[in-house]
């Protein structure tokens, strides 16, 4: 499934919002990449940046500083009208909210097929028809619920219109913010299978948003943890789990509250103290592929409290 | 023995809407006892939260009836109390924490005032004394700096101080029995990690009685000493949380249990996911309401509604797979892995 190509880089990424001369660093500085057909997580509680991040690589906001290349192409730098269109198709979108992202006027196969018109797309009436009809089945829905309006599905039934939506176009690469926060907990492995099975079958390359720490840590191949606008640390899912170096992502992981009760009866939540950082601190590699963001100082005291 | 402080037997409670009655509650049993934590786990739709507000008397009349069914809280059925009684006990010896901390408070109202009223209402105190409970309440609840923070506007405190303002509320007038209605899914993890072990805390400390309500299986087996699954409207499984989460028999409460993955789930297997979604309870379905779901239903699912099973003398579960009638069915394999893999932890953590 991976394979060593990286179909985007995000370097040196800045987002900041308000007055120039005191801005709020929603994102500050951040690099990472993601190699083609894996999932990369991305967690952070409320306010770290990391919706901002999806929102600033897919081109919702015009980015403050550092670049997005995207198949070798720096996506924001890209100027003709054909070339920025292709870009589009290839980078799609799943949002948290399956109420709210949704036109209650349009019906679902409306919804689906309003990018075809946007790219001139499936002209031909019935290859349309069936190109629609296709994705509903792709997403666990039938041809029935085309001309169905979204008051008359249920949250979980929305979502899949919202996978059917950004997969029309047939993209690489999908952004999924909270794709499952809003759902019910039922509702929720249904569509995390959906979005794995895709996965395998279209070859899909995720960036996969959320707060849901062990929803994260089973979808995802490698996982970055965002503190206050920064990754603090980045690295395989299973290594950022069982060995964490970074404090916040240990305070993180201790903080998740497990279907378990013997084990919750036990657990020790490890409290956080801010450390600031100096400007100093950079990405440090201590173990192969697992990068911790601090100073020289900071990251060879945390892993020796790591005991690495 | 420890006293019953609440028992709710047979509650049934609907919604009149232009779509038809909605039969939101269908008929709800439980008792809780002095100083235990009661959690009631569902998803959206499963009447867990209607069943809560439906004790504090918060159902509007109409759209809602109080259909049937007695509210006995130390005795006496507060059903048929009027407003005016109710109002004597709201907020004085049932207290309700919500879930969203920001609604919960009035933005225009300093939050020492907030709490102070509380206090007023309900204790024969002056307002000097009021001012000093309000404080010492404050700080009992871990909000740094009391005595400024008391004269502090909701919009100046963060997510979970807001929340620990709305503990201290509700904490005010000293109530038995508090009903948190999912009061840490709007908190990040860590904030909600807090949160729980201040409630524990509290509770230790005033021996209050705890309904939680909420959806997250790792809250419930973080804070519960019982557990009652709701749904569609009726509970389908309660017992102690080791029962629950060991020895779990509704098909219902198995995919609850195999639909959260754990830090451990290898990412190759599946989740266990429950197939299609509620039913409406306009409409609800004949028999089991969970037979349409589940892979396990027997032809008598679709026809008659079971009888709740005793599996021990704190557990019971409403399946017909309890019947004696019934074939053999084993715990669905995700699950016991689960299991399996977590007693290996509990030992090695000793």
């Known amino acids: 499934m991976n394979s060593n190509h990286k179909l985007l880089e995000v370097k040196n990424l800045s987002q900041y919002f308000g007055s120039p001369s005191n801005p709020i660093k929603a994102v500050d500085g951040i690099s990472f990449h993601i190699f083609e057909g894996e999932t990369l997580g991305l967690v952070g509680e409320s306010g770290s940046g990391k919706s901002t991040t999806g929102r600033s690589i897919i ?8 670049e997005v290349i995207f198949k070798g192409k720096n996506i924001h730098q890209v100027k003709s009208k054909k070339e920025q269109k292709q870009l589009k198709r290839e980078m799609q979108m799943i949002f948290q909210d399956p109420y709210a992202s949704l036109n ?34 792709a997403v666990g829905l039938n041809r029935e619920h085309m001309t169905r309006y979204p008051h008359e599905f249920s949250g979980g039934q929305r979502q899949r219109i919202g996978i059917a939506r950004a997969l029309s176009l047939d993209p690489s690469f999908i952004i999924a913010d909270e ?20 996965q395998e079958e279209r070859n899909l390359t995720y960036l996969f948003i959320a707060h849901d720490l062990s929803m994260v840590k089973y979808i ?22 069982h060995h964490p170096i ?6 993180l992981l201790s903080a998740v509250p497990l279907p378990d009760p013997i084990l919750e009866r036990k657990r020790k939540r490890i409290p956080y103290v801010h450390e600031e950082t100096p400007d100093t601190a950079k990405m440090h590699e201590p173990l192969p592929n697992h990068f911790v963001y601090g100073t020289d100082e900071q990251v060879n005291k945390w892993i020796k409290q790591a005991k690495l | 023995m420890k006293k019953p402080l609440l028992e709710v037997k047979n509650l049934k409670i609907n919604f009149k809407t232009y779509a038809g009655l909605v039969q939101a509650v269908r008929g709800v049993d439980f008792t809780l006892y002095e100083g235990e934590t009661l959690a009631i786990v569902g998803e959206s739709g499963s009447g867990k ?47 309700m924490i919500f879930q969203d901390p920001m609604t919960a408070l009035n ?7 907030q709490i102070m009223e509380v206090i007023l209402k309900h204790k024969k105190v002056s307002k000097h004394e009021a001012q000093e409970r309000a404080i010492e309440l404050l700080r009992q609840v871990g909000i740094p700096m009391p005595e400024k923070r008391f004269n502090q506007f909701p919009h100046e405190f963060s997510g979970g101080m807001r929340q620990r303002v709305v503990i201290a509320i509700a904490l005010a007038a000293d109530p038995k029995l508090l009903i948190a209605d999912e009061p840490t899914t709007a908190l990040d993890v860590t904030i909600q990690a807090q949160i729980l072990e201040l409630l524990k805390e509290l509770q230790k400390k005033r021996k209050t009685s705890i309904i939680f309500i909420t959806h997250d299986l790792g809250v419930v087996a973080n804070v519960a000493d019982r557990v009652a699954v709701m749904y569609a409207g009726q509970i389908v499984e309660y017992g102690t949380v080791n029962d629950i989460f060991y020895n779990p028999k509704h098909p219902y409460t198995w995919g609850l249990l195999g639909s959260m993955p754990d830090l451990n789930n290898k990412s190759d297997e599946k989740l266990y996911a429950i197939p299609g979604s509620p039913p409406d309870l306009t409409n609800p379905p004949i028999g089991d309401a969970f037979a ?4 396990y239903a027997l032809a008598i699912d679709f026809e008659k509604e079971p009888p709740m099973f005793k599996v021990s003398d704190t557990h019971y579960a409403k399946t017909w797979l309890l019947h004696e009638y019934a074939p053999k069915i084993d715990v669905p394999e995700p699950i016991v892995r689960r299991m399996e893999r977590y007693k290996k932890e509990a030992e090695l953590g000793e």
């Not at chain 1, 006027?105 to 629609?132: C, L, P, V």
């Open chain 2, 107 to 113: 933005p225009t109202i300093r939050v020492g005032k």
């Open chain 1, 220 to 241: 995802s191949d490698r996982i970055a943890v965002m503190y206050r606008g920064k990754i603090v640390e980045l690295g395989d899912a299973d290594e950022i789990y």
């Open chain 1, 59 to 66: 081109g919702l906001y015009d980015i403050t500083g550092g």
């Open chain 2, 292 to 295: 349409p779901r589940n892979k």
């Open chain 1, 104 to 137: 209650p006027r349009m019906t679902a196969g409306e919804i689906i097929s309003e990018g075809f018109d946007i790219h001139g797309m499936y002209r031909n009436k019935n290859e349309r028809q069936a190109k629609i009809i296709s994705l509903l089945e």
């Open chain 1, 179 to 198: 794709p499952i926060s809003a759902l019910d907990v039922s509702i929720q492995a249904q569509v995390v299978n959906l979005l794995k099975e895709l």
């Open chain 2, 49 to 95: 939260s209607v069943t809560s507000n439906a004790i504090m008397k918060l159902i509007p009349q109409p759209p809602g009836i109080y259909a049937d069914g007695h509210i006995l809280f130390e005795g006496k059925d507060l059903i048929p109390l009027s407003d005016k009684e109710m109002s004597k006990i709201r907020g004085n010896e049932i207290a």
């Open chain 1, 246 to 251: 970074h404090p916040y992502t240990k305070s």
